[in-house]
């Protein structure tokens, strides 16, 4: 079975100063990790992703993430917020066997970027 | 790139009715595509598999005969809500893979807020 929890419900922090959104996983296969962000009423947009490569995984929108094994997380992180920035945030697992088919979401983290 | 383009955005019903959701993939042919449900402030539960040409393949706990699911073609995969009642509103998103390989990406639909009156 595979699981993933995000630790913080709701962060908020100053533009222009870093974000960091907390995730850890467990999973019984090498697992595929993702981070996706909805806005309000929208869709989902992947922001990146790993898939056992470079375990320092950057996005889009100046995102990045790194695995680590050995703490079983998947943080996410930006050097500096932006307004638009400001939306949910869902880390994702998917096992190993078959890539995409079964996504497991966290319960998310609400991203409020304060003026 | 590859866009799932999910239609209505929004749709009200009165209790008792019946609504569809269409799911399609415009630059790409999606043999699955998944549904999910969002409530309010929660995450996304997926509720169903949808295979082109063949029965959907339902999560547990999810009513195969209240919501209907039908992939036809290879674009397209329709999610009906039968005799809807207000415990159905809900956030409703589909999405498919551009391919069935070892991680290709998944592209979400937009999403269908339905609110049953």
């Known amino acids: 079975a595979q699981s993933v929890t995000q630790l913080d419900s709701h962060v908020s922090v100053s533009e222009g100063t870093p974000v960091l959104l907390r995730c850890n996983y467990s999973s019984s296969y090498s697992p595929s990790l993702f981070w996706y962000v909805q806005h309000p009423n929208k869709g989902l947009q992947l922001l990146l992703k790993y898939t056992s490569a470079a375990t320092l995984v950057k996005g889009i929108n100046g995102f990045e993430a790194e695995f680590k094994k050995s703490e079983t997380s998947f943080h996410l992180m930006k050097p500096s917020a932006h307004m638009s920035d400001a939306a949910e945030y869902f880390c994702?697992?998917?096992?190993?066997?078959?890539?995409?088919?079964?996504?497991?979401f966290g319960t998310g983290t609400r991203l409020t970027i304060i003026p | 790139g590859a866009v799932v383009s999910q239609h209505p955005s929004w749709v009200i019903c009165k209790s008792g009715t019946s609504v569809k959701i269409e799911c399609r993939s415009l630059?790409?042919?999606?043999?699955?595509m998944f549904w999910y449900r969002q409530f309010p402030k929660q995450s996304l539960m997926l509720m169903a598999t949808?295979?082109?040409?063949?029965?959907?393949?339902?999560e547990q706990g999810v009513e195969k005969d209240k919501f209907l699911i039908n992939h036809a073609s290879l674009t397209l995969s329709t999610l009906t809500v039968t005799s809807a009642h207000p415990e159905d509103s809900s956030f409703y998103i589909c999405?498919?893979?551009?391919?069935?390989?070892?991680?290709?990406?998944?592209?979400f639909g937009n999403g269908t807020r339905l609110t049953v009156t």
């Open positions: 949808s295979n082109e040409g063949s029965k959907a393949t339902y």
């Open positions: 999405s498919a893979p551009t391919a069935i390989s070892y991680n290709s990406p998944l592209h």
């Open positions: 630059d790409f042919q999606a043999t699955t």
């Open positions: 994702v697992v998917s096992d190993g066997n078959f890539g995409n088919e079964k996504l497991t």
